[in-house]
């Protein structure tokens, strides 16, 4: 398998473990997210494995095919991939343990966390393949936001994206140029991956929270 | 046009010819499918063209999108883009010489014909490519799976996948695993993707010979 | 980057310079079609911006993925990217400045103007990557169509394309062929350009003026 040079800015060590940490729970977040929507359309095991995969790996995929990164991130973490797999076989015990909270509060904090996380590893990531910053940016966005949206086009239910009023992309995108101001700043790579991480889950939630809806 | 060096298993000749009758039994079928569909939906000729197109070739490009291989099926296989567009423009009769059985019924039964070849034919190209055994399987089913939810979002109709509570991810899944089974035991080639192939058929016909339901 | 040798037909300079202009038009029109669409949704600003962004670039991003074709026309142009941006988060501005026309009408005349570039640009394109003659007319359909859809599916509505009785993907289609006519007498490749993509827009906005509809 082909491997890009890197670019410019030399990933640290530290940043890709950083990094690799939080796309772990980052997948498992949106795999649970996955199986809260087949839960509600009755899907078999196999049919929420899918849709659970489809959501957690969606996302990077396509910023893998558009930034031409091979292998995929669940080619070599084939793990994570049976993980699921034995996941969605238990998924109606999981979501019992889980489902202190309702479904539906789950599915946000569940998909907050996944948009979150893959929005910043997303920059970072095409930061390292030398884009332009605003296209960093929306690949970034694009990353975040690309696995909620299959999951839901599957499950044939209206967007997430778009069934909520209140702001989704536009957190991710303010928290991706919240990031690029870190890195401007230097400020030390992996506090800025965690920081910026934390301030799109920290506004996302707090739309929940205070209600907040953006003017139309 | 770049080509892919063959990975550790080395293809055989007579398996790759196989494989390229199956494809092109199955591409048939995923084509009249598509026709089903677009009828449905009242679609015009190229309209009719261009679902039968991507429920053809659909899983397949995904496929070959995500292993790095190139040129594209339908590149090489132009003729059959060309015969498909013929057969689109005489749709209607098509289908009238088809439709002893109700459409419906034949829908399901082209459809169990490209999902059984394609999951196949895609596990067995994965593994050529030295993919990990259980992303092989995965590459099976998404190829199998995923021309039949294009054509199904296309027609804005709920996929196929999910409406149709008998097993059908499933039926492939199984059936990848029955052909790393076979390739593990040194079986012949040939035959291996022949009796798996046959093994998705039967399975998913079985379903809706005893109306098989998997519990939720 | 890498970029393909180009193939046997070498693009002339003024063809190259002439097609920027037309895809820059097409990306401007196919950004206002997705204002809309996002509008009639009550989208807020960076969902706005997202739906515009992916009919405008979903096309050729699409196109370029097949042809292996990198960078990506947004990724060179990332001042496009940062243009509609701006003019999403003036939208409703943009949108009533525009508004002589009803919506449903600029709508459709955006779409056509998008749908007639971007199909010759397609066609013309995979030409230089010395696709077979059928497969690059098919490329051109392709691209000049998948922006809208993925703009309509984004968006929750049914694809322009099944929506409308009115001959659609067959303006494109025969456009495209229209256009490899015109290549084929060696007519002067600016004029093929402009030629084929006015037939198409002509063509589809006939459709509307005769209120033509397609046999089923």
Redesign the interface.
Known sequence: MRRRPTGGRVPHPRLTLAIAVLEAIATLAFAISGFIEARK???????T??VA?ATAFGGG?LRD??L?R?P?Y??VH?DY??AI?VLALFAPFVLRMLSRLSAERLLLIADAIGLGIFSISGTSIALDAE??R??AV?MG?ITG?VGG?IRD????D??L??RD?R????CA?VGCWFYLLLVWLQFDSVYSVLLATGFILAARLATFKFDVR???
């Open positions: 359309n009755r899907l078999d095991s196999v049919g494995f899918v995969l995929t095919i558009l031409e091979r995929f669940w080619v084939d991939v049976i797999f884009m332009p605003f296209i929306m966005v936001v949206i086009v599957l499950c044939n209206i967007p994206i778009l009023s702001p989704y992309a536009t995108f953006l003017p139309h």
